[in-house]
């Protein structure tokens, strides 16, 4: 194929090069902890808002508006990288790139169940979002295709390219991942097939029109989302070599360093904060949350800045273009 024409699969060095930009240990921690923060953010706005005992949570779901947008854009940003580079990156770096879109994929959907009624009341927030988790999808499949590729070719432990997983003729190794490449094979086709699943309930749960299994949907996603961001930040624990033990020899230990960039990765956590300060100083006023189909406030003391700002609004904004409030299609 032409576009991995520049991929050299004929020769695999004895070590490979590392890569900072995408395996850092800066990098690989903010997805981490930036995941960690999501879901946590996630899981006090649903049960604290179950019971409607506690104080509005403006400055929290704000927050998590914040940390889930910065984390759905960069997972979608370091997968594209990841694609651009197939024909250089190493399926060791390409796989930590895929349990980071994982990451992604948990956080901002965490964060759909938290505020999917914010995303609801205007139509331009949700097919925004609808369009980020279709984009991030589609992504994800794909590095996904590579991946499995490259086990059942026997690359995952190679210093070749991962684009030489979908070429011909290449060579790998027999005992490439031992007695566990059909626990590999599995694996990874049920991460593809769990992705599409998710997406397919996402989807609906921001379109629906009725609020019916709401709470359930709510508890179960939430148990589901926190497993898959656990099970993405342990696997990256172990595999980088920033934290663990590298599947492949790499020639040095740039991965290890903290430089700019790392601390960069990092302090771009902070930007989100910025916003909890102004709405906690007043510069800035944000509608509350809408409890149910009525369109009320689930807050009795929000009542004041509910009556100026939300009058009028609907808890499920129908795009100018087809359906309703009530049908996904009829006006």
Not at 145 to 165: D, N, Q, S, Y
Not at 251 to 257: S, T
Not at 297 to 319: C, D, H, K, W, Y
Request: hydrophobic content about 45%; proline content about 3%.
């Amino acid at each position: 194929m032409a576009i991995f024409a520049n991929a050299n699969c004929t020769y695999a060095p004895a070590e490979g090069a590392s890569d900072a930009g995408v395996a850092g240990a800066g990098v690989l921690l903010s997805f981490m902890m930036t995941a960690f923060v999501g879901i946590s953010l996630s899981a006090s706005i649903i049960f604290s808002e179950r019971g409607h005992r506690t104080s509005p949570s403006t400055i929290r779901r704000k927050l998590l508006n914040g940390y889930s947008d910065q984390q759905l854009i960069t997972g979608i940003g370091i997968q594209s990288v990841g694609l651009a580079k197939i024909n250089t990156m190493l399926p060791y770096h390409f796989f930590l790139i895929w349990m980071l879109g994982l990451m992604s994929t948990a956080t901002h959907n965490a964060t759909l169940l938290a505020l999917v009624r914010d995303f609801r009341r205007d139509w331009v927030l949700r097919w925004l979002r609808q369009f980020l988790m279709f984009v991030n999808l589609a992504l994800s499949c794909i590095c996904g295709v590579f991946i499995l590729r490259a086990v059942t070719e026997g690359l995952t432990r190679t210093t070749l390219p991962i684009a030489c997983a979908l070429q011909d003729g290449v060579e790998g190794d027999e005992e490439d991942g031992g007695e566990n490449v059909g626990l590999a094979f599995a694996g990874t086709i049920a991460v593809i097939a769990g992705n599409c699943v998710v997406f397919f309930f996402a989807t609906w749960y921001l379109h629906a029109r009725s609020q019916r299994f709401y709470k359930i949907v709510q508890m179960v996603g939430l148990v589901v989302m926190f497993g898959i961001a656990v099970g993405a930040s342990v696997r990256v624990g172990l595999l980088s070599q920033a934290f663990g033990t590298p599947s492949v020899p790499l020639a040095d230990e740039g991965e290890k360093e903290w430089s700019f960039g790392q601390l960069l990765s990092l302090l771009m956590l902070l930007l989100p904060l910025v916003s909890v300060v102004e709405i906690s100083r007043g510069d800035v006023k944000v509608a509350p949350p809408v409890a149910d189909e009525k369109g009320g406030s689930i807050f009795e003391g929000a009542q004041e800045l509910g009556n100026t700002v939300t009058s009028g609004r609907e808890s499920f904004q129908p795009n100018p273009f087809f359906g309703s409030q009530t049908n996904l299609f009829k006006r």
